[in-house]
């Protein structure tokens, strides 16, 4: 990741448990390019068309049409798009949600990252709750119980789906694993400067160590 990492402000409203918003690009639309960044909400996302990637603390994963990234709440992430005509469907989620199938229904596979193509079978039944769910949510007064189930059907199936294939080294993830206290540390302090030495003790190695270790894995240092 090669810019400084990002806080999101992103929140669902009071009283829902998603935001969604369906998204086209034009054919002529500019790339997109990465920008490494994590917010409390948990995001999915469904490319019905679109190439390119998805970096994470797992790794790099491939996108290309019908991929769906799924990062649960305060994944740093970043992604990489192809120029050109795009279609996708963005979720945010509210983490409680998602606690609750983990800890109710023993859902644990999100809490971590999941990065997979849907199938044919698959796209069919993404299609038809997502497309429910974007016409319900545009309604004045979205039934917001509706809204729940549909996305906790979105949610379960996701759950079931194997691990995606990696194409970035192990190494590298580890490195970005050890990282995350400071991560974590910096949203929960919003509006103050976090010295590079609180940040080192959340993670355990010394300041200079640290700081080398930041480097390498975001490309800036932490002050920046």
């Known amino acids: 990741m090669k810019n400084g990492v990002i806080c999101e402000p992103i929140v669902v409203l009071p009283h829902n448990v998603v935001h969604v918003e369906h998204i086209c690009d034009a054919k002529d639309a500019a790339p997109v390019e990465p920008f490494p960044h994590f917010h409390e909400v948990c995001e999915v996302v469904y490319f019905r ?4 990637s998805v970096e994470t603390g ?21 992604f990489a798009l192809k120029g ?45 709750l997502l497309d429910w769910l974007l016409e319900l949510s545009a309604e004045p007064d ?23 294939t990696v194409e970035q080294s192990q190494g590298y993830s580890d490195m970005f694993e050890r990282l995350q206290p400071a ?8 509006g103050e400067v976090v010295a590079l030495e609180d ?17 390498q894995v975001f490309g800036t240092a932490f002050h920046e």
Request: charged share 20%; hydrophobic share 40%; proline share 7%.
């Open 49 to 52: 068309t679109a190439s390119g």
């Open 84 to 128: 050109g005509s795009r279609e996708w469907i963005l979720l945010h989620i509210d983490p409680a949600l998602i606690e609750d199938l983990a800890a109710r229904d023993g859902l644990t596979a999100l809490k971590s990252v999941i990065c997979q193509t849907a199938d044919e079978q698959d796209r069919l039944r993404i299609n038809t």
């Open 58 to 78: 797992m790794g790099r994963f491939s996108i290309k049409p019908h991929s769906i990234a799924f990062l649960p709440s305060m994944e740093v992430h970043e």
């Open 142 to 164: 979205p039934d917001q119980n509706t809204i729940g189930k549909i996305v906790e059907l979105f949610l379960r199936m996701l759950s079931d789906w194997e691990p995606a």
């Open 183 to 190: 991560l974590h540390l910096v949203a929960q302090r919003p």
């Open 199 to 215: 940040a080192a003790t959340s993670c355990s190695p010394s300041p200079s160590y640290f700081s080398l270790q930041f480097q």
